[in-house]
């Protein structure tokens, strides 16, 4: 019988070879080739899945997302069910904190691709829709926390959004330049919710 091949998978697995790639040498270093051999295949077969370089970065990027996504998915179930807004953004933000191996990794390929987007504005494009839908739920459960009663109504859910965001992405960016470790990093931002979700009381 001929061997089936799981063509997701696959797509999947060269993402993941560029991801490694991003990771250790930046985004710069990326090219087809350099990903085939990344993958430990021919160029030829990294060809029949990806018509170009921009189409890899693109579903790269996604991949990279959905990642994120399965990671907080796990620990927020990990937790429980049911979850108030409160643990929600905490499991989430922390999520994206280079906590360990893995997770530093994932960062560091991240900022590869936010490194691209500030000097090709139609990569950014692309690039930034996923940031936006993470600052866009992060907005969604300042709004649940307020519709609790538990976050102030004079608080603006899109901004706080942004800012959650902002911090997150600036608290990882200071974790892989050494100004201080992961722990400190999650401290800061549990502060940061203490303050959010405090701030019924002012």
Same mark, same amino acid.
């Given at each position: 019988?001929?061997?089936?091949?799981?063509?997701?998978?696959?797509?999947?697995? +060269?993402?993941?070879?560029?991801?490694?790639?991003?990771?250790?040498?930046?985004?710069?270093? !990326?090219? *087809?080739?350099? &990903?085939?051999?990344?993958?430990? &295949?021919?160029?030829?077969? !990294?060809?029949?899945? +990806?018509?170009?370089?921009?189409?890899l970065?693109? &579903?790269?990027?996604? $991949?990279?997302?959905?990642?994120?996504?399965?990671?907080?998915?796990?620990?927020?179930?990990?937790v429980?069910?049911?979850?108030?807004?409160?643990? !929600?953004?905490?499991?989430? *933000?922390?999520?994206? =904190?280079? *906590?360990?191996?893995?997770t530093?990794?994932?960062? =560091?390929?991240?900022?590869? $691709?936010?490194?691209?987007?500030?000097?090709?504005?139609? $990569?950014?494009?692309?690039? *930034?829709?996923?940031?936006?839908?993470?600052?866009?739920?992060?907005?969604?459960? !300042?709004?649940?926390?307020?519709?609790?009663?538990?976050?102030?109504?004079?608080?603006?859910?899109?901004?706080?959004?942004?800012?959650?965001?902002?911090?997150?992405?600036? =608290?990882t960016?200071? &974790? =892989?330049?050494?100004?201080?470790?992961?722990?400190? /990093?999650a401290?800061?931002?549990?502060?940061?919710?203490?303050?959010? $979700?405090? /701030?019924?009381?002012?």
């Amino acid at each position: 019988m001929p061997l089936r091949v799981d063509h997701d998978q696959r797509r999947a697995e +060269f993402a993941a070879a560029l991801v490694d790639i991003a990771a250790t040498r930046g985004l710069k270093a !990326v090219t *087809m080739r350099e &990903v085939a051999a990344q993958a430990g &295949v021919s160029l030829r077969q !990294v060809q029949y899945y +990806f018509a170009s370089k921009d189409e890899l970065l693109d &579903v790269t990027w996604k $991949f990279l997302a959905d990642r994120l996504t399965a990671r907080v998915i796990a620990r927020a179930a990990a937790v429980g069910k049911g979850l108030p807004p409160r643990t !929600v953004l905490s499991v989430t *933000m922390g999520a994206i =904190l280079p *906590m360990d191996e893995e997770t530093r990794h994932d960062a =560091l390929a991240s900022a590869a $691709f936010y490194a691209t987007a500030l000097t090709q504005p139609g $990569f950014a494009d692309s690039a *930034m829709q996923y940031p936006n839908a993470l600052q866009n739920f992060l907005a969604h459960e !300042v709004r649940k926390g307020q519709s609790a009663g538990v976050i102030a109504d004079a608080r603006d859910p899109a901004a706080e959004g942004a800012l959650l965001l902002a911090l997150t992405n600036g =608290l990882t960016s200071s &974790v =892989l330049a050494g100004q201080r470790d992961a722990q400190q /990093a999650a401290g800061i931002l549990e502060y940061h919710l203490d303050q959010l $979700f405090g /701030a019924q009381a002012d």
